[in-house]
């Protein structure tokens, strides 16, 4: 997960360390991914040079030159993903692994696992830790209105790479195929009863 990497080496930048060092080892999702795309399609092949839809390898370039300009100039893009990327997942993400789970028919137990976390505190407290953290980390940035509003643009930037990412599939029809899944999935144990 390229946004580990580049959260792992930007972690001199004062601003990514206060962010990271306190959330890293709950926010990593590359193992838990791998895992998820393993259950969806158990012949795939992992490895760096795996092929990458368009979206996601603009992406992925896209928090690879965050983090290259972060280590070059001390800013905190990185720090824009995050808010997008995590606060996604910890917020409506954990409502989207049992839709995620019926619809992909997954009968293994804690698919998807990118969405799901083990919290130190309950969920709640945590979301409002890690948000602190996040003000904090701007915060750190204070004196250089550059840095927050490279920081912002970045989230949006984020926030859009991740509106390609899911739409670039054939939508509509993978959404009828979801949709009968969870229906199918949600009714059938009932009708069991």
Known sequence: NNNNNNNDNASTNTAIAHFWNRHSEILRRADKLKSDILDISPQETLSLSSEYSTATEEYRNALRDAGTKDREDGGGR?????????????????????????????????????????FPVDRKKYVEDLYHDLNEAGRLMDDDEVRLEDAVVEARAAFGHNVKVYSEEPFVLDSVIGVKNIISGWLMPKLRL
């Not at 409506?92 to 992909?104: C, E, I, M, N, S």
């Open 78 to 118: 990185l720090l824009g993903h995050a808010y997008t990327r995590y606060l996604a997942d910890l917020m409506g993400g954990q409502v989207l692994g049992t839709p995620t789970r019926l619809a992909l028919g997954l009968e293994i137990d804690g698919s998807p696992r990118q969405y799901s976390f083990t």
